[in-house]
């Protein structure tokens, strides 16, 4: 495919081969448990767009609405959060996610009114058939509309294809499908962006997370495949073991001679800087990280697990695995709290048993 020259309003031309899409402000929320504050915001906002990052994802973790008891209240109510970015932005697009049954319409027509550009409207990776209508509303706003598709590692290269035909036929402007657990060898990723690409004519994205450590060579093998949006995040933040991390995307398309458009050294700044200094932990893949993408369980139930852990007194790692054979996805949240209760009622069975 033949590269984007863009002609920005310095007059530089800035060569890119593929979309960056920034998601520390969206899925690096998890990892915070969502207590990103406006200054927080701006900062990184401003540095990645400085950096040439075209689109910077803004929202809680589990998209608008998502600040609640299920799934973790944020510090700052997100229209602040997102206002504060629209902003901050001199170049950059900002974005947002939306679950259907989480967020709603007016959400969304709220931070269009706020200057919010994208709209990545997300679901399980079997359920494309439920976005319809925020997709059209969507692009009824004036948005660009992105059907993202969560959790691919549970469909099949052929059953993704026919999700994002669905995807394509409401109007999406683009189809994303999300590596949410992070299970997803870089096989497994070069077959199903084969397969979807061949199957859909608007543009193919995706997501990767880094629990197998392959975030970054996933990324590369999709847009070896076809794929021509990516996401990262500052310094890996993210759920689980984190994001495929922007800045090491973007240094490793550099040494390829694929053309980000973005500054590495810039994005390093930023990492180093600006987001690492609020990470309540560094981006490691340790067991439980570890345990998400080899057991399939999606990423940003791991903060839940380990206070469900904690609180009924069973190791995480069952619970992780747990999940995994219960094939728990995003939105079941509560049933994290379900799990561990059982498990802790088994072993006080097995402890009480003569």
């Known amino acids: 495919m033949t590269a984007v020259v863009e002609q920005p309003a310095s007059g530089t031309e800035v060569k890119r081969d593929f979309r960056l899409i920034d998601s520390t402000l969206r899925d690096g929320s998890h990892a915070i448990s969502h207590q990103y504050d406006v200054d927080q915001v701006v900062a990184i906002v401003k ?23 299920n799934y973790g209240f944020s510090k700052v109510d997100e229209m602040q959060l997102v206002a504060a970015a629209v902003e901050a932005t001199t170049n950059a697009q900002i974005a947002v996610l939306l679950v259907p049954g989480i967020g709603t319409v007016d959400e969304l027509k709220k931070v269009r009114d706020l200057g919010v550009g994208v709209a990545r409207i997300a679901v399980h990776c079997t ?19 992105v059907g993202f598709l969560m959790m691919a590692h549970m469909n099949s290269p052929e059953g993704l294809a026919e999700q994002a035909k669905l995807l394509e036929s409401y109007g999406a402007d683009t189809v994303y499908f999300a590596d949410s657990a992070g299970a997803l060898t870089t096989n497994a990723v070069r077959a199903r962006v084969a397969e979807v690409v061949s199957r859909i004519d608007v543009p193919l994205g995706v997501h ?40 090491i995307l973007a240094a490793v398309c550099e040494r390829e001679g694929i053309a980000s458009g973005v500054d590495p050294l810039a994005l390093m700044d930023v990492a180093e800087d600006i987001t690492r ?20 369980v999606y990423s940003s139930f791991l903060l839940h697990a380990k206070k469900a852990a904690e609180r009924y007194g069973v190791p995480e790692a069952d619970i992780l695995i747990e ?7 995003g939105g079941q949240e509560d049933m994290i709290i379900d799990v561990a209760v059982d498990l802790a009622r088994r072993h006080a069975e097995r402890e009480a048993a003569p």
């Open 208 to 247: 990767a997370h880094q629990n197998l450590s392959l975030a970054v060579a996933n990324s590369i093998a999709a847009y070896e495949e076809g794929a021509r949006n990516l996401d990262g995040t500052s310094a890996g933040l993210g759920a689980g073991a984190g994001n495929c991390p922007t800045e």
């Open 323 to 329: 999940l995994g054979r219960r094939k728990m996805v």
């Open 127 to 145: 359920e494309a058939d439920i976005t319809e209508q925020h997709i059209k509303m969507a692009k009824d706003l004036g948005m660009e509309a």
């Open 47 to 69: 540095g990645l767009d400085a950096a040439g990052v075209q689109v910077i994802e803004v929202s809680h973790g589990d998209g608008l609405g998502g600040s609640s008891f």
């Open 277 to 296: 200094p609020l990470m309540p932990r560094q981006q490691i893949i340790d067991r439980a990280g570890l345990l998400l993408g080899y057991s399939g």
